[in-house]
């Protein structure tokens, strides 16, 4: 019998302050990350509105009296909102008569799927309605991080000294990209632990993707799709260039437009989160590149539609690297969003580029490249990050508050001669 104890996740306290300040919070994430377990220990009262025993009863209390959905003790969580669309507007209508804060919490995997059930949410529930996205674990939540350099306080303390210790080899960092962050995956035996991954893809091409619209898509070409997303994990790839990987394998015709239906799709159910481009004010004339790179949400859904395992990745250290960064932009995005920040990538027309930028938004910012580790990528990291902080206007925006080199392997986290952070991802938390 497996022990599936609750462990704490960081965004427990951004939704505890999120429900202090507003009518309602709607969490949104992929299946399996843990939305309805999380809201569980936040809600006083549930309804699950998908719930076999009670969809029937739910659907027809949505046309004879809504409001009786939404009694109980407050917050009120509805799982599954999506489900009944009409809970929207109820929802808000009852946070625009009560006047109240915290009174509920719904969570969803996808937005209402077809035009119809859309067309029955009339308002946008802004003022009322606040957004919270959720992810996969990061290895922190996952009790895989030590926890001993911590985001926030290298904001607050610009210059501290850090020191942290890592066991953590390279084989296992390679079985943390496989298994991913799933909670049911991190209270498993890694021999079953891995199962997890390749149960979510299989779910998403031959379910999810069929049901996210009402379109009808190939669960085919979406296999050939995410595995061609898979292999250009961390880049720019363009549509045009995805369409091209694919057409290599796909015997119909295929346009731009029908891969960009595909990977909107996958969007709309948190299985794909592209990173946006950073503009910081520059003192060259370089170009910026705005294009967004493309990830997924988790780096066990790219090694899951590969079918490859950890002993495959140890064997490709240039795959693992890529790989590596989907992970390690997992968690930099799990812990910026409990700091108030978001994380972007830069690229400019010099071939300058930093991997991960987490910037604030009171304004702070630190500048971070991912390496897999060793003294050569380490080196190249540190010269790329002391090119971009020396390009960088400071008379028109603030310096950076750190420069950090992310590793895969290494067994010590600190701060080098030249001021630089070198932090193991197993020492990292927010």
């Not at 951004?14 to 992929?30: M, T, Y």
């Not at 659907?59 to 003790?73: K, P, Q, Y």
């Not at 939540?141 to 000294?161: H, I, P, W, Y």
Request: net charge neutral; charged share 25%.
């Amino acid at each position: 019998m497996v022990d599936f104890k609750y462990k704490a996740r960081i965004v427990d306290a951004v939704l505890q302050k999120k429900l202090k300040s507003s009518g309602a919070v709607l969490i949104e994430g992929p299946k399996w990350c843990g939305k309805t377990t999380t809201s569980e220990q936040h809600a006083k009262s549930i309804n699950y509105v998908s719930d076999p025993a009670n969809i029937n009863r739910n659907l027809i209390m949505a046309e004879m009296n809504i409001n009786s959905l939404l009694d109980g003790e407050k917050p009120k969580l509805l799982d599954e909102w999506q489900v009944i669309p009409q809970l929207w507007d109820a929802v808000r209508f009852a946070i625009d008569h009560s006047k109240g804060i915290g009174q509920f919490i719904l969570t969803g995997s996808t937005i209402p799927p077809t035009k119809d059930q859309q067309e029955k949410i009339h308002h946008t529930g802004t003022g009322r309605i606040t957004t919270l996205r959720m992810r996969p674990m990061s290895l922190w939540e996952s009790e895989d991080s030590t926890g001993a350099v911590s985001l926030e306080e290298l904001f607050k303390n610009q210059g501290m000294a850090i020191y942290g210790e890592t066991n953590l080899q390279i084989d296992d960092i390679a079985f943390l990209i496989c298994r991913g962050g799933w909670p049911i995956a991190t209270n498993l035996e890694p021999e079953y632990a891995l199962e997890t991954a390749f149960s979510y893809y299989k779910a998403v091409t031959e379910m999810d993707i069929a049901r996210v619209d009402g379109i009808k898509r190939s669960s085919t070409r979406t296999r050939r799709l995410m595995r061609s997303l898979a292999r250009h994990q961390g880049s720019q790839v363009t549509i045009a260039g995805i369409k091209a990987d694919m057409q290599a394998n796909d015997t119909d015709s295929l346009d731009v437009d029908t891969v960009s239906s595909y990977i909107e799709a996958l969007k709309k159910i948190y299985v794909i989160e592209d990173m946006e481009a950073w503009n910081p004010n520059l003192r060259s004339k370089a170009a910026i590149r705005t294009s967004d790179t493309r990830y997924y949400v988790d780096p066990s859904i790219a090694t899951a539609a590969l079918g490859i395992g950890p002993v495959d990745l140890v064997k490709d250290l240039n795959t693992m690297g890529l790989f590596f960064e989907t992970m390690a932009v997992r968690d930099l995005r799990i812990y910026a969003q409990s700091l108030d920040g978001d994380v972007f990538h830069y690229r400019d027309s010099n071939g300058l580029e930093c991997d991960s930028v987490v910037h604030l938004r009171n304004g702070q910012y630190g500048l971070i490249e991912i390496k897999l580790g060793g003294k050569k990528l380490i080196d190249e990291g540190v010269e790329s990050l002391n090119k971009l902080a020396s390009n960088i206007d400071f008379n028109k925006m603030n310096a950076p508050a750190f420069k950090m080199i992310l590793t895969a392997i290494g067994s010590m986290a600190f701060k080098r001669k030249d001021g630089i952070y070198v932090v193991p991802i197993s020492c990292l938390k927010h």
